[in-house]
Structures are given as structure tokens and as C-alpha cells.
């Protein structure tokens, strides 16, 4: 549920960036919380802040409904879940898994936020054609001084240096898709021909590789990426389920 929606149930509070490159939002941990809400119908509104103004520096934060301001998309989701389970509402969304499956959702999880999350970032901040597409987005977004003052491109310096460190770099170029081929392989080996990840139903894993995967194949940017992306059938078809599920369509 969104704004329009019971105006008086207690709701979340999710502050993010705003939604551009034809996302609901381009940061994968904003769109995972955001997909959870949604998964679970919980009534909820967004508000668009800085870094600056988070506890942790990072965004997303929420004001939960018993008041409490929780960073990290993780805690979010954690809190949220034991409302769940508190009010009586059902399991919590990784209930029943064995041993072999919380594992499989760990490495999962790994692969989501910090190998496909790294290539994403490479394909809006690192190359220079794709960056003068980003920056043209994000100048519709951002204060005037913010957009044509020096800030964007000391920030973009900034990702840079870091992706460098995460082995993507100008450098290396050429074993940039190669590497991101080999991620999209995998996540698609591992689906196979299950409707999620780890079974017949959605768990807390799905919400992780929904925000990713639709960060990698419905941005606005033409990228190698997505090309590559949208290219897979099992997870072409993976996304769309999954979309069905929270944001419609």
C-alpha cells in the first residue's frame, strides 16, 4: 500500500533517492525495501533525502511504525519481518528454509549486492558514454548547483577510484562484460527452471535479486548490461514475475 491507501494504518516511512532511469528507484537497496513493502501490501510512503541526511550516511533509512528510525535496508527488513510475525500476520518470508537453502541465500545475496550491484555501478559511472547519459539524468534531479558545480564530477572521480579497488577499470575494460556475462550465467543456472530463486515461493532473497536484476535490465541507459541482461530468457522471464508481484505490470 502507498499514500492513497488506509491513511490511518501505522506506515513506513522509506526516505531514498528519486526515481529516475525509468526505476522506481536506480539504487538497488532502496528499490529491495521498497519491493518488500510492496510484496507484503504494507502501507508506506516515500520521501526523497540525501546521504547527508541519514544516520549511516547511506541511503535508504525509515521511520518504522512504532517510530523507530532504522538505516540499512537489511535492518529495515528485519524489523519489518518480526512486525510481521508479531502481529499475527504469518511466517516470516524465510520460514522453513533448511540449512543448504539460508546458505544458497547468503552467497546469493553476495552475488546480488556486491558483483552484479559493482557492474551496475560501472555501467552508469564508468564508462564516459554512459556517464554523459547519467549526468543528464540525474542534473533533472538534483539542486542546479549540485548538477553544473564541480560536486558531480568529484563524486564521479570518487566511484571511479572505487570501482578500481572492486577490479572494474579502464584498464581492464575488455573483461568488464566478460566478467558480468559470467555473473548473469550463474544467477540464471541457479533459477533454472524454478518460478524464484530458492523454490516455488518468493522469499527474502527474491526482493535482493528483483532490485538488482530490474536495476541491471529496465534502466533507461543503453548498456552492454543490459543488453546482456535482457538477452537471458530464464531471467527476462524471472523479472517480469517478480514485477507482476510488487510493482505490476
Known sequence: MTDDDDAAAPRTILYQFPAMLGLPNASPPCMKVETY???????????????????????????????RVLADSERIIDALEAEWE????????????SDAERGLSTLLCTTFERDLYWQIVWSRWG??????????????????????????????RKVVKRLKVEGLSREKRAAIPVKAQAILDTLAQILGDKPFFL?????????????????????????????????????????RRMKALTFGG
Do not use: C
Not at 564516459?128 to 540525474?138: H, L, N, Q, S
Open 37 to 67: 513493502l510492496r510484496f507484503r501490501k504494507l502501507p508506506y510512503r516515500t520521501e526523497i533525502r540525501s546521504t547527508r541526511q541519514s544516520p549511516s550516511g547511506q541511503l535508504p533509512f525509515a521511520t518504522m511504525p512504532d517510530g
Open 86 to 97: 508479531a502481529a499475527g500476520k504469518g511466517p516470516a518470508l524465510d520460514a522453513g528454509l
Open 127 to 156: 564508462e564516459d558514454a554512459t556517464w554523459r547519459a547519467f549526468f543528464g539524468e540525474m542534473r533533472t534531479h538534483l539542486p542546479w548547483l549540485l548538477a553544473n558545480g564541480p560536486v558531480m564530477p568529484m563524486a564521479r
Open 199 to 239: 523454490g516455488d515461493a518468493p522469499r527474502r532473497i527474491d526482493m535482493t535479486a528483483y532490485a538488482g536484476l530490474s536495476s541491471a535490465m529496465d534502466q533507461t541507459l543503453d548498456t552492454p548490461l543490459t543488453r546482456a541482461a535482457n538477452a537471458m530468457p530464464t531471467l527476462l522471464a524471472y523479472q
